[in-house]
């Protein structure tokens, strides 16, 4: 049994207002009001172009708002300092690691750019976390989509952030695999921390996450608790919501 | 995190990719040799013409060899988008323009050495008379490059065309390099005292100063999503 | 600036630049007395010149627009960037057409090292790398911010090149507009005066045109937007 995650430190309050987000003529997201409280666990459901992505990376602070406001703990992101990314883990649709240095090495340069002291350490503890001790001096080139897709969630865990967002996390993992991710994602939010994750499968996903939010043309069309039955539901909004648009 | 540890692990992450790939190295060293050859059968220079025109041929080598190498470095960065993981570290981008900077100083340098006897030979020329001179000429001339191109090169990083857009936006932009550069390594060619260059010298190093701090305070900018 | 007073402004700018023009004309090739050396081609200075410091004049736009476009995030900076950037390389190519054309004309050679020509050329390089840049972006504020860096660095590159050049003692060219140099009679002051205002004038009108020009397209995209909602 692995152990517990040391607590988080406070997990942050998120808030968006009225946030909209273009790319030229394409609206993104559109006018989207939620609040995140403090240790949520959301999942993000939606079609393609729904505004998952988009979504995560606005709050990761890859992307600025084009209109409206996105709050940490009462702070406009526009006044947050660099220093506050250390609070947040983001596994994007990349995986945004070098290609030409192994497993561990990669682990070591992102150790020292989030400042962990005993960077060294903290890769190996995080590598026989995710199960890639084995392949630690494997060059990434070298590894299979799915041990990619884990060094890079152990790449977002390595600072131990308060927030882990993360984008179709499940994507190139094996069932089993996917069911470990599972596991060590309830872990997470046991230990106090926000976890906003995105995904394709309706039913799959659902099941770890307290709440859940449903993402259409950029606006949400369901934000509620998880409940049973709640897959069916959705399922009927999404055709329902497809069938609007088609019209 | 302080700014120079970031910058140091950019630097220390850069220099192992290179050194297990090589890429940027031999891009430079490859098309600087084969520009040497080409400039060698154009020109065909006794060795008095050599002298005249050699500063020119060298240094438009080193800059266009430069332009290859930078958007070599930078590709590193662009696949499995690296740099989304750059934008996510809580690191200050100045660190990281830092880091980047002083891994491109350092590879065209060392490319740069390698090359010079290349030039040397091809051309009957005598380099290595005042050796403390040519190398600061190198060192100031290759900084300066270096600093537009790792901004540059992040710039045109992700554009269509970016084999293009390096190259348009930079040779513009480092042509008082090229000049200063240039006039400097003529001197030192014709033996005449390096006083002569301390306007050339002076530039230079206003021309890295200006530069280095500019680019710092605005790759934040270039940087973002 | 409502479309009632933005075509009040235009029209007094064009009547303005319009009559400039003329008089401009007029001094230039009337009132002007015949330049001693080099005769009558010698009155394609009064282009040649203020050409340059229009262009040089709108390049300084562009940086200051790239600082607000960077401070703010608003567009109407990025706007003001790209128009002052596009209506300065035509008057930067006029510089580089009318050089070359007087040079021939009057000491037999197209191109001189002239350090304030050369200056010129990088500048128009920087200004169609500026524009090309844009080109390849579609997405607005990523245009914006990555050409505001570009025009924030090639304007304060400008004077490095002009010093460069200047401090090169190989080839001491021959110096367009070396009347300058060597007095210029009160009549050709007063000529090159008037060509400056004539020039600004335009300069400005062409400014504001393209301008609204962009604003029409930013709001083209708005209404897009407003439409799938």
Redo the contacts between chains.
């Keep these: 049994m692995p152990p517990p995650h040391t607590p988080a430190d406070r997990s942050p309050r998120i808030v968006l207002q009225q946030l909209s987000k273009?790319?030229?003529?394409f609206?993104a997201l559109?006018r989207l009001s939620l609040t995140f409280e403090p240790g949520e666990f959301v999942v993000v459901l939606g079609r393609n172009g729904a505004g998952k992505t988009t979504l995560l990376?606005t709050l990761?602070?890859?992307?600025?708002p084009?209109e409206g406001e996105l709050q940490f703990d009462n702070q406009p992101v526009s006044r947050l300092p660099?220093?506050?990314?250390?609070r947040?883990g983001?596994v994007?649709h990349?995986?945004?690691?070098?290609?030409?240095?192994t497993a561990e090495?990669n682990l070591h340069?992102?150790a020292?750019?989030?400042?962990i002291n005993d960077g060294v350490r903290r890769a190996a503890e995080v590598l026989a976390e995710m199960d890639l001790a084995d392949r630690a001096t494997s060059?990434?080139r070298n590894l299979s989509r799915g041990l990619k897709q884990r060094l890079a969630l152990a790449?977002a865990w390595l600072h131990q952030p308060d927030v882990l967002l993360l984008d179709e996390p499940a994507t190139g993992l094996d069932a089993p695999t996917r069911e470990r991710m599972h596991e060590w994602l309830a872990r997470c939010h046991q230990s106090g921390r926000t976890v906003i994750a995105s995904s394709h499968d309706l039913a799959e996903s659902l099941r770890p996450a307290t709440r859940v939010l449903l993402l259409e043309n950029g606006r949400a069309l369901f934000d509620g608790p998880n409940a049973p039955g709640l897959a069916e539901e959705l399922r009927a909004k999404l055709v329902a919501a497809a069938r609007e648009g088609a019209r | 995190m302080s700014a120079w540890r970031v910058a140091t692990a950019l630097l220390r992450k850069d220099l192992l990719a290179e050194w297990r790939t090589k890429d940027v190295s031999t891009a430079i060293l490859l098309f600087g040799f084969t520009i040497a050859v080409s400039f060698s059968f154009a020109f065909e220079p006794t060795p008095d013409e050599a002298r005249v025109i050699a500063g020119g041929l060298l240094w438009l080598g080193f800059l266009f060899s430069a332009v290859l190498g930078l958007n070599r470095g930078f590709a590193r960065e662009t696949a499995n988008n690296c740099l989304e993981a750059l934008r996510l570290a809580p690191a200050d981008p100045g660190s990281l323009y830092l880091g980047k900077l002083l891994s491109n100083v350092l590879l065209l340098l060392v490319a740069e050495l390698v090359l010079l006897p290349v030039f040397g030979l091809f051309f009957n020329l005598a380099l290595w008379s005042r050796p403390g001179w040519l190398l600061l000429i190198l060192l100031l001339g290759t900084w300066g490059v270096a600093a537009l191109g790792t901004l540059f090169s992040a710039v045109s990083a992700n554009t269509r065309m970016q084999e293009l857009m390096l190259p348009l936006l930079l040779l513009p932009l480092t042509v008082p390099v090229l000049v200063a550069a240039v006039d400097l390594t003529t001197l030192l060619l014709f033996n005449r005292p390096m006083s002569e260059g301390s306007m050339q010298f002076r530039l230079l190093a206003g021309f890295d100063i200006i530069f280095t701090l500019l680019c710092w305070l605005l790759f934040g900018y270039v940087l973002e999503e | 600036m409502s479309d009632s007073t933005y075509h009040r402004v235009s029209l007094a700018v064009s009547a303005t630049a319009l009559v400039l023009l003329l008089y401009a004309f007029y001094q230039v090739f009337f009132i002007v007395p015949t330049e001693a050396k080099m005769g009558i081609v010698q009155r394609i200075f009064y282009i040649h010149m203020p050409s340059a410091v229009v262009s040089f004049n709108l390049f300084f736009v562009v940086c200051i627009a790239s600082i607000g476009y960077l401070k703010t995030r608003r567009l109407s900076w990025d706007r003001a960037a790209v128009s002052a950037a596009e209506v300065g390389t035509i008057f930067c190519a006029a510089v580089l057409i009318t050089g070359p054309l007087w040079g021939k004309a009057v000491w037999g050679i197209w191109w001189t090292f002239d350090p304030r020509l050369t200056t010129t050329l990088v500048l128009f390089l920087i200004f169609v790398g500026y524009l090309m840049l844009r080109l390849y972006q579609p997405e607005p504020h990523r245009r914006a911010r990555l050409s505001a860096v570009v025009g924030i660095i090639g304007f304060v590159n400008v004077p490095i090149v002009y010093l460069a050049n200047r401090f090169r003692g190989q080839h001491p060219a021959p110096v367009l507009g070396g009347g300058e140099g060597s007095g210029l009679a009160p009549e050709m002051v007063v000529a090159l005066l008037w060509s400056l205002a004539a020039l600004h004038a335009l300069g400005l009108l062409l400014f504001m045109q393209r301008y609204r020009l962009e604003r029409m397209r930013t709001e083209v995209n708005e209404l897009y937007r407003a439409l799938r909602a």
């Design positions: 273009f790319f030229g003529r609206v559109d990376r990761a602070l890859l992307l600025q084009s660099h220093s506050f990314k250390q947040l983001f994007g990349e995986i945004a690691l070098y290609d030409d240095l090495e340069f992102f020292r750019l989030y400042g060059r990434v790449r």
